[in-house]
């Protein structure tokens, strides 16, 4: 199934194809799981076969299915997620090379967003002037890191969330967990990772346990909660995120914007904190927790960390 902004760009592509009016250079945007790859590979196809209509029958739809159509480029990260500067070489060779079939040669770039500037300033000179048949698009979860002189050059679009009606019709959930919905904010990626993390349920309800004891204001309590956070370092990102997402709600209950609540299987312990704590403090928490930067696991410091951050919730709530 197709989220109603994957079709609306599929179709733009289609409809660019038919009334030859196709650029020669698109960033597609969105956060990571949100689907680009996948639409890239249906739009691909617009661009491979021979009629122009992504039949999945011509020769050109079936080599690109195949994955060895010519006339396809795709270009990955290396398998240290990075690219370097020789096979963007190679790569820009190729797409001199004239199309062996079709009218167009498609020109995919996976995570553009993570290509230093020597790489991007390789590929400017060919998207500054690009053979007539050539189309590059160029798939970034964020475009921050694209260098102006490309932005300059390319059309941006970009792939929007998911509806909870389309989530829900593909991802059918138990009530209990009809909170994730929500909680992966339309990002089927994200939701497909939580499902499959076995440890996340378990995580989440450790970490909110263990605002809960910060909370709480007990010397005991912040002992406990340091012990929770600090001994799973593996999902620490997961704990960090649930206390952000829970305190976002407390912010939306204390604004009367309840229809708003993410974590709706936790409304006793949203209600418990809001008790607790003032507007103005469970902003500063929020702020706290989500300073704390995401992929702490190899850091050394962890654990000081973890106390810092417990010991300025501590602060701000003695205020
Ligand atoms: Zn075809």
Known sequence: MLSFYQQKLLSYFENSIKDDSVRHAYILKGPRGVGKKYLSHLIELYFACNHSMACKECTGCKSAIAGANFDIVR??????????????????????????????????????????????????????????????????????????????????????????????????????????????????????????????????SAAIGAILKVVDSSQAGAFEAFEILSGDKEHLHIMLEAIVSLLRDVMFLKNGLSDQIVNTDKMSEIKEISNSVTLAKCFNLTEIVGAIPSDLRNNENVSMQIQSMIMRIESVLKQ
Request: hydrophobic share 40%; glycine share 4%.
């Open 75 to 204: 270009l990955v990260p290396n398998e240290k997620n990075k690219y370097d500067i020789q096979t963007v070489r190679t790569i820009i060779k190729r797409v001199y090379e004239k199309p062996s079939g079709g009218k167009y040669k498609f020109v995919v770039i996976e995570s553009a967003h993570i290509m230093e500037s020597v790489c991007q300033n390789a590929l400017l000179k060919i998207i500054e002037e690009p053979p007539a048949y050539v189309v590059f698009l160029l798939l970034c979860d964020s475009v921050s890191n694209i260098l102006p002189t490309i932005m300059s050059r390319v059309m941006t679009l970009e792939l929007l969330p998911w509806s909870k009606e389309e989530m829900v019709s593909c991802f059918p959930l138990d009530n209990e967990d009809s909170f994730l919905y929500n909680y992966c904010m339309g990002n089927p990626g994200v939701l497909k990772s939580l499902l499959e993390d076995e440890n996340f349920k378990s995580a989440r």
